[in-house]
């Protein structure tokens, strides 16, 4: 019972979040995308690009299959200065789309219990010791990835 | 213990996004403060404020205590656009170190149990149907929030 209250609260900013980023790359055109968030900062496309890279890592994280766009991993993640961004954001907006869907089910299919197996970055002998590096820890920190870049791209709104 | 363990995972990310905040706020000057985060966008001081404002109205919520620093509600919550800021950036910079004191102060001698309690703002009817609007809940809430304007204040830097 209690898990379930904790599950649900974590899962709850998720979806908060999600809806909330969502929101905002919908209000804007791939025009708009193209421009940086504040002068000499990020552009959209590249935050809308970074943000799918880092759900799409956690996949294998929380044990739910393999990264889906590893093309992504280098520019939009490790090497972003190369800027060798060849997706168009229509592209992006749909891998977006597509990589929070199957997160989404995944997460609808976890038991509660689940939630607090060790994920995948950490090894059996640390979990021991540290039980709160749990896969339900990887949401709440990932939540808190997206709002921070959240309070980024809500600028490309007039 | 598993509880305990939810608890540590709420309030990690809690400390952490705080230190991420102090880290960004104490490598700007006063001068920097007065910038907006972006063009047209809120300034460094109005976010400290802001953020002050939102952690100040934690302890009434939380069942700590009352608000500290009432006359911060209007100017860098309630009505922003009056731009009737009175606070030097060396006083909010002292507000936010206090009340981020007070709420650890408080947090630190919580029992686990109680952070399934409900807060000040649900009603008792309301909070046994949805056992989720707990105080631990409003931990979760806030560091999302303090990470979306991190996401911002980060841009004041050079």
């Not at 809806?19 to 990020?42: H, M, P, W, Y």
């Not at 190369?82 to 199957?102: D, H, M, P």
């Amino acid at each position: 019972m209690t898990n379930q209250v904790f599950v649900k609260m974590a899962l709850d900013a998720w979806h908060s979040k999600i809806k909330e980023a969502d929101s905002i790359f919908n209000s804007l055109t791939d025009e708009q995308l193209k421009n940086e968030v504040a002068s000499g900062r990020n552009t959209g496309i590249y935050l809308l690009g970074h943000l799918t890279v880092t759900h799409d890592l956690m996949l294998p994280i929380l044990n739910f299959g393999q990264q889906i766009y590893q093309q992504l991993t280098g520019p939009y993640n490790d090497n972003p200065d190369a800027k060798t961004y060849i997706e168009t954001a229509s592209e992006l907006r749909q891998y977006w789309k597509n990589i929070n869907s199957i997160l989404a089910e995944n997460f609808s299919k976890m038991p509660a219990h689940a939630w607090f197996e060790k994920h995948n970055s950490v090894s059996a002998e640390a979990f021991q010791k540290e039980l709160h590096r749990n896969k339900l820890n990887i949401i709440i920190s990932r939540t808190n990835h997206l709002s921070y870049h959240n309070g980024q791209i809500v600028f490309l709104k007039k």
